[in-house]
Each structure stands twice: as structure tokens, then as C-alpha cells.
């Protein structure tokens, strides 16, 4: 495979503003669960909860059981992703452990959410009945499950592992769609005016920096 350097270069250079956008999101949906565990009184890194965690599924990736060893590439996975998109929350039941594969497919579908409201579960829906023949995700399942009966049954019990393993935390998780649309419009306002702030303050800034080429500042030509 080769690189496309064109394409590369066009993302580098429009990604900027909207990474800080991003962040002050995710920092936003931090600042709200620190609270919501305090008052809950159970936190994602009390013991308890890890143990509940490997309970669940192991040491392994909560959505296809992959065996997270390094070659897997373990991370920490939000089951409703901690973006504008699903507004999910670092709270008990929201967070276990996924492959990284499993993080970066998600993504792409956490943009969407075209099967549910919940990330974790519209993921888990591409059986290949849903959606058009070209849909990746469902190609992405059918990898892993080549027959397509099979597909459906396993994503199902996928679907009833993530339930089970919520069932402790219910009062998070309810909490955590009561609260979704609110939290959408704050992260809404937020994005746009950290989006706007960077805009006209970068934009500020650049015009007081001496833009102007001169002779006498380039560099001299070898002889
Ligand atoms: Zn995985
Ligand atoms: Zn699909």
C-alpha cells in the first residue's frame, strides 16, 4: 500500500481547531462524571469496579473476546464514546476494556450511531441485516464471523454480555440517558464557541505577526 501524502497533508492542515473543540468536549464529560461518581459514590477506578469489569469479560475485548495481549493492543473503551456524538460518561457501566481494532471501528460508527441511540450498541447491531451491502461495519464483523447466521447470534450475545454487565450499574446508566439531551445542547454551545473563540482569536493574532517578506530576511542564495 502506498501513502497518500496529499491526503495526509490536507488532514494535518484542517484538523487543528476542531482537536481543541474535541478536547474541551471530553474534558466537559470528565468534569460532569467526577461529579455524577461523587454523588453516586463509586468511581471507574475504585477496585471494586475493575473487578466487576474482569468479571464481565475477561481479560478480554469486551466486544469480540479477543484476548487482550499486546499484540491485541488493549485501551480503555467508553461504551458510549465520550464525544458530541454519544455523549458518553467516564461512571460505572460506560467503561471496560476493548482491543484497540475493535476502539478504532467504533469510531467511525460513534459518528453516526445509524443502528441506536447507545454506541456500544448500535455497534453491535451490523449483523449484515440493517444496512446496505456496503456497510464496513457489518464487513468488519463479518471477518470475524463469516457466516452470516453466526454473525447475528454472536453479535446478540455480545449485545446481552455489555446488558448483564451494566445491570449493577443502573442508576449510572439511566442517569446517563436522562441527562443525554441536555448534555448534547451544552456540548453543542460549547463546541461552536470554542470553535468561533479559536477562529477570531487565532485569526487576531496571525495579523499581528510581520507576515511581510523582505530581502533582507531571506535566506541568501549559495554561491
Ligand atoms: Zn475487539
Ligand atoms: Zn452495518
Not at 20 to 37: D, I, T, W
Not at 115 to 137: I, Q
Request: hydrophobic share 35%; with cysteine; net charge positive.
Amino acid at each position: 500500500m502506498t501513502v497518500d501524502v496529499a491526503a495526509a497533508l490536507r488532514k494535518s492542515t484542517g484538523r487543528a481547531k476542531s482537536d481543541v473543540a474535541n478536547k474541551l468536549v471530553s474534558m466537559f464529560l470528565h468534569e460532569v462524571s467526577r461529579k455524577v461518581c461523587a454523588a453516586g459514590e463509586l468511581s471507574v477506578s475504585d477496585p471494586r469496579y475493575s473487578k466487576s469489569v474482569v468479571a464481565a469479560f475477561g481479560q478480554c475485548c469486551l466486544y469480540y473476546g479477543t484476548e487482550l495481549i499486546d499484540s491485541a493492543v488493549p485501551v480503555v473503551e467508553h461504551l458510549n464514546g465520550m464525544n458530541r456524538f454519544s455523549v458518553g460518561l467516564h461512571v460505572p457501566g460506560n467503561v471496560a476494556m476493548s482491543c484497540k481494532s475493535c476502539n478504532n471501528k467504533k469510531r467511525d460508527d460513534d459518528q453516526k450511531l445509524p443502528l441506536s441511540e447507545n454506541g456500544w450498541e448500535s455497534f453491535l447491531s451490523h449483523d449484515g441485516t440493517r444496512c446496505s451491502p456496503t456497510c464496513r461495519t457489518c464487513a468488519y464483523w463479518r471477518r470475524f464471523w463469516p457466516d452470516s447466521d453466526l454473525q447475528q447470534l454472536s453479535l446478540a450475545a455480545a449485545r446481552e454480555r455489555v446488558l448483564r454487565f451494566q445491570d449493577p450499574y443502573q442508576q449510572f446508566v439511566n442517569w446517563s440517558a436522562m441527562v443525554r439531551g441536555t448534555l448534547r445542547a451544552k456540548i453543542e454551545t460549547l463546541y461552536r464557541d470554542c470553535q468561533r473563540f479559536a477562529t477570531s482569536e487565532i485569526g487576531k493574532l496571525a495579523t499581528e505577526v510581520d507576515l511581510e517578506f523582505s530581502n533582507a530576511n531571506r535566506p541568501k542564495e549559495k554561491n
